[in-house]
């Protein structure tokens, strides 16, 4: 693992404490403070996190706080529509990535994986350490294993798709997965999932970076604005964290609702975004 790589992952950790410091001493830490529970400078924890980001954010501190979820549901919602068509491909942008998808139809979702063959990779990410799926079409996996753990979060991936067969290739993944924690390029996804739950993504996709929605929006957009509990499970079993941002979804109340990586990455990726959108 290269420097830059091992810099991203101690950016994550230095993030992760600051968010339980703030947890522990209030909403009114100021930078200051934070900073010197932390053992550093003002002017150091500024420095890595304009590192972190990639770029000088206006505010630092209350990126993190608990409650900057509800100020984006106040000030950044994004209201979906309805989307009339969804088919089983299509394209977008995130900041200066390009991001093609394509889905597998129901009948090959159905035999779950069996006849394919899925590469996976361990990579350091923003978001500490992340472990990335894919088949020749796509990244079909992103997942992250700070708060998890590795062993845990492989079981987790591998038994989304039980038949298939798994080859480690992180060489293959590169240039797809680099593209996607750069945010420049162009990366491709390979969604396998449930008609419902490819809905869901395709509706989580529409929301633009540093924008939230609510799980409620969600269902509504997909013409199912009674399976909000169905939306939420939808949104809780997307395999492409990150790239399809499931984080983005909060609760009606502003709450963050869960992660199933673990609500610190959760709130580092929309700090993340907000800086970076903000900056």
């Excluded at 290269?2 to 230095?14: F, L």
């Excluded at 304009?50 to 990126?63: D, E, L, N």
């Excluded at 989580?204 to 399976?227: C, F, K, M, N």
Aim: charge should be positive; glycine fraction near 10%.
């Amino acid at each position: 693992m290269n420097t830059q790589a091992n810099e991203k992952s101690y950016h994550y950790g230095v993030m992760r404490r600051a968010i339980e410091l703030i947890d522990e001493g209030g909403e009114d830490l100021s930078l200051e403070e934070l900073a010197k529970k932390m053992g550093m400078s003002s002017a150091h924890f500024q420095r890595l996190f304009s590192a972190w980001v990639g770029v000088s954010p206006k505010r630092y501190q209350q990126y993190l706080r608990l409650g900057h979820a509800k100020s984006l549901l106040h000030d950044n919602f994004t209201t979906l529509g309805t989307a009339h068509a969804v088919g089983l491909s299509g394209s977008g942008r995130l900041h200066d990535l390009f991001l093609r998808w394509e889905a597998m139809s129901p009948g090959e979702y159905a035999r779950k994986g069996a006849d394919m063959q899925i590469y996976w990779g361990w990579f350091d990410s923003p978001f500490g350490l992340s472990l990335a799926m894919g088949t020749p079409k796509g990244i079909c996996g992103l997942a992250f294993a700070a708060e998890t753990g590795t062993e845990a979060t492989m079981a987790d991936m591998q038994s989304r798709w039980p038949k298939a067969s798994f080859v480690e290739d992180s060489e293959m993944l590169r240039p797809l997965v680099t593209a996607a924690f750069d945010q420049r390029g162009e990366t491709a996804l390979h969604m396998i999932g449930a008609p419902l739950q490819i809905k869901v993504w395709e509706a989580l996709l529409r929301i633009p970076s540093g924008q939230v929605s609510t799980y409620s929006e969600i269902a509504q957009s997909i013409g199912e604005p009674r399976a909000q509990r169905a939306v939420g499970t939808a949104v809780g079993r997307n395999p492409v964290s990150w790239l399809i941002p499931c984080h983005r979804a909060l609760r009606k109340s502003g709450a963050l609702g869960g992660y199933h990586w673990g609500l610190p990455v959760k709130r580092a990726m929309l700090a993340f975004e907000a800086a970076r959108s903000e900056g």
